[in-house]
């Protein structure tokens, strides 16, 4: 069965279309498919389904939708009911979104490594799979969610294999086509950059510079900006004759007398070939946050660490804290601030799949190794030890920076840290893995009210902000200084400039309501949470769940120990535990002094984790779970 968001919504069976009644029906479908096998609360499809005033029998409803909908697909689809709402499993069916982002993916892959042909197929694969305006036929509530972040993301592809097209010499064919482009999207500089590049190397310099002069009054004329650096720099370049054609046409340059001289007397060198592109050094940095704002302290500490120059043998550092605090952002800021130090490359990896399991290491070396140009050892499966070997070897005395995001496991990740003191490393998970990482650790937690709002506002906008600056601050305070929370909060209003600051304060002033008002896109604050708490134990979720009746106030460990009903000794463990998790906050009690030794430290929940941890069932009390757990 293939589904089809990318265009009208569609399912078909052996190429046939599956008859799908009314706009409820296809929009359901396409909120499931985009949720990508998690669960979609209720409040949330009632929220796509009929916007602010669902009726009276909502549930009925959507439970019917759904039986109708299980009725067409199945057995190649199944749809389950799993509280809070409902999900979808799709098994082998194609998914064109899907589809899609992997294409997508791979292919800027490729553009990063410089394999503009394969980046240039692959991005063409991508946007084969649109076949026209996306999600024609379902709720506009659903559409003007989602329309937006999806058309954004198309635009970058185009300009991604427009990139690979322009590093392949192929500017006359193009041409014509970002001559389009630019006129259906006006404010974007990096396509309009591209234009002015394609018609200056065909010989149109004069053209190249109408587009920027064009550009430069529309942005003034639209939103009261000027062009920004890449935009310039282009216009700079046209001017200056320099936007020739660089690494794939010198390859094919002869060398100049000169040039051979310098070679004597090993002339056979002169006839070398540049490095393939799969040894180059690789940049596999995920993008700069667009609009980083606030963590001064600890991007500060961050440089300082990854500087070269007195500093400790290992420079490692492990990020932790919460889901949604940032610990991502941060570290890839960091990582492309200090990209200069680093110039034989910087390496990525993800170490959990999609489902927020772990991945083995042996998938993560062989993925690390072919950026680094080298062949994983033996046939698969690889030999882990053997993977090691040929990784260490490999980063040993290169100034590489290794960035290891969502580790979970110390065992998983020690055989992926990089050797010596030139390399460095920096590891982002919830857990205190200290011991596998090295010393230096940089718990994160939530921003300060000043930061919360510098956030909003570089999101959202300063214009929308400083018009309601009352409102700005309640959805900052609705936020709790969640990263994460405010950038969606941010999103949401960027997106619906017709929308008051003030409109989205009172959604979500409403604690029932108010994690699934914080959702937009693929950006899901109750999805960061329930992946995040998928990862714990099952002991660590009971716990959390019962001591969520102490609500926000901070609490001691001795009135832990009474709701759970449990010894001081052994709740105080429990719970030390759960903050060393990030699962629940270390707080001083005001006015107590003295030092560590002495300190009573009380503990409290984030207030967006407690609403999320409130809404988790119970499945059995926690002294049988501890008995059972030993």
């Known amino acids: 069965m293939d589904f089809h ?167 006359h064919q193009i041409v014509a086509e970002l001559t389009r482009l630019v006129a259906d999207f006006p404010l974007r500089e990096r396509m309009r950059a591209q234009l002015m590049t394609a018609l200056y190397r065909c010989g149109r310099q004069a053209d190249a510079l109408h587009a920027f002069h064009e550009g430069r009054a529309v942005l003034a004329e639209e939103l009261g900006v000027d062009p920004g650096t890449e935009l310039t720099d282009t216009h700079h370049a046209v001017l200056r004759g320099t936007l020739d054609l660089e690494p794939e046409s010198v390859e094919r340059q002869p060398l100049s007398v000169a040039a051979v001289r310098t070679l004597e007397p090993e ?116 030999d882990l030890d053997e993977l090691v070997r040929v990784y260490r070897t490999s980063t040993a005395g290169r100034r590489i920076l290794v960035l290891l995001d969502n580790a979970v496991d110390g065992r998983r990740l020690a055989p992926l840290l990089p050797a010596g003191p030139t390399a460095a490393a920096l590891v982002t998970g919830h857990a205190h893995l200290a011991v596998t990482a090295g010393p230096f650790t940089l718990p994160l937690e939530p921003m300060s009210p000043e930061e919360s ?91 959390l769940a019962r001591l969520s009746v102490l609500g926000e106030r901070p609490f001691s460990a001795a009135s832990a120990a009474t709701v759970l009903g449990l010894p001081d000794r052994r709740a105080e463990d429990l719970v030390e535990r759960l903050a060393e998790g990030a699962l629940l906050e270390t707080v001083r009690p005001l006015g107590e002094a003295g030092g560590p030794d002495t300190a009573t430290f009380h503990f409290r929940f984030h207030r967006l984790v407690l609403l999320y941890v409130q809404s988790l069932p119970v499945h059995r009390p926690v002294r049988v779970a501890l008995a059972q757990a030993g």
């Open 5 to 171: 968001l990318l265009g009208p919504v569609e399912a078909r069976r052996e190429d046939l279309r599956i008859a799908l009644s009314g706009t409820k029906m296809h929009t359901l479908l396409a909120a499931l498919l985009l949720a990508r096998g998690r669960v979609v609360p209720d409040s949330r499809l009632s929220r796509l389904l009929w916007g602010a005033n669902p009726p009276a029998t909502m549930s009925a409803q959507i439970y019917t939708y759904v039986s109708r909908l299980r009725k067409l697909l199945e057995p190649e689809a199944t749809l389950e009911r799993r509280s809070p709402g409902y999900a979808i499993k799709t098994g082998d069916s194609l998914v064109d979104v899907v589809e899609y982002e992997r294409f997508d993916r791979l292919g800027r892959q490729a553009l990063q490594e410089h394999r503009y042909e394969d980046a240039g197929s692959l991005l063409r694969n991508a946007l084969e799979l649109w076949q026209g305006p996306m999600l024609v036929n379902v709720t506009e509530f659903l559409a003007e969610e989602e329309i937006p972040q999806w058309e954004e993301g198309r635009a970058a592809t185009l300009e991604n294999r427009m990139e690979a097209d322009l590093a392949l010499g192929r500017h």
């Open 267 to 382: 002339p056979a060198v002169s006839h070398t070939r540049p490095a393939p592109a799969s040894v180059r050094a690789p940049a596999m940095l995920p993008p700069d946050t667009a609009g980083f704002t606030g963590r001064g302290r600890e991007l500060a500490a961050l440089r300082r660490l990854l500087a070269p120059g007195g500093q400790p043998t290992t420079r490692r550092c492990l990020i932790t804290g919460m889901a949604g605090v940032g610990k991502t952002a941060l570290a890839v800021h960091a990582a492309h601030q200090s990209r200069e130090h680093f110039p034989d490359g910087q390496l990525y990896a993800d170490l959990t799949g999609p489902d927020g399991a772990p991945k083995d290491p042996r998938d993560v070396l062989v993925h690390l190794l072919h950026a680094l140009g080298e062949q994983p050892p033996g046939p698969a499966p690889h």
């Open 453 to 543: 709002l510098g956030l909003l506002t570089a999101t959202a906008g300063k214009a929308r902000t400083a018009a309601e600056p009352g409102a700005a601050r309640l959805i900052a305070d609705h936020c709790a200084g969640l990263p994460l929370a405010l950038r969606i909060a941010g999103a949401r209003l960027a997106a619906r400039p017709h929308w008051s600051v003030a409109r989205l304060a009172r959604r979500l002033a409403e604690p029932d309501a108010r994690l699934g008002e914080l959702s937009f896109g693929e950006l899901e604050l109750t999805a960061s949470l329930a992946s995040w708490l998928g990862r714990t134990d099952e002991e660590s979720r009971e716990l």
